[in-house]
């Protein structure tokens, strides 16, 4: 659940605290690995978007990456895809009680 993940949201956001990025004032790779993870809770679990409210720093950090070049189109590419990914799923789901359906 949610509170799992808190310890590792601490984590980041002292680290956040003290630094421009993950690895200090430069950007690293370790960057491009880490917002997307944080962007997709934020974008398919709403609690997250609203647990990062107890974590300023990674909320400014995430801020800071969209000024990266090629940020934002590569988070819109990511965001079709995921969005398109969990429709596809729910349509699954929804075929698979209908077929349940059927057979009773």
Do not use: C, W
Request: glycine share 4%; proline share 4%; no cysteine.
């Amino acid at each position: 659940g949610i509170e799992n993940i808190q310890p590792m949201l601490k984590y980041y956001n002292d680290i956040l605290e003290k630094n421009k990025f993950l690895n200090g004032d430069e950007i690293s790779l370790a960057d491009f690995m880490f917002v997307p993870e944080v962007d997709q809770f934020v974008i398919f679990v709403p609690k997250i978007g609203d647990l990062l409210e107890k974590y300023p720093h990674i909320k400014s950090y995430l801020e800071r990456m969209k000024e990266v070049k090629g940020y934002t189109e590569n988070f819109e590419q990511m965001t079709t895809f995921m969005a398109a990914m969990a429709a596809a799923k729910e349509e699954k789901k929804k075929a698979e009680a209908a077929a349940e359906e059927k057979k009773e």
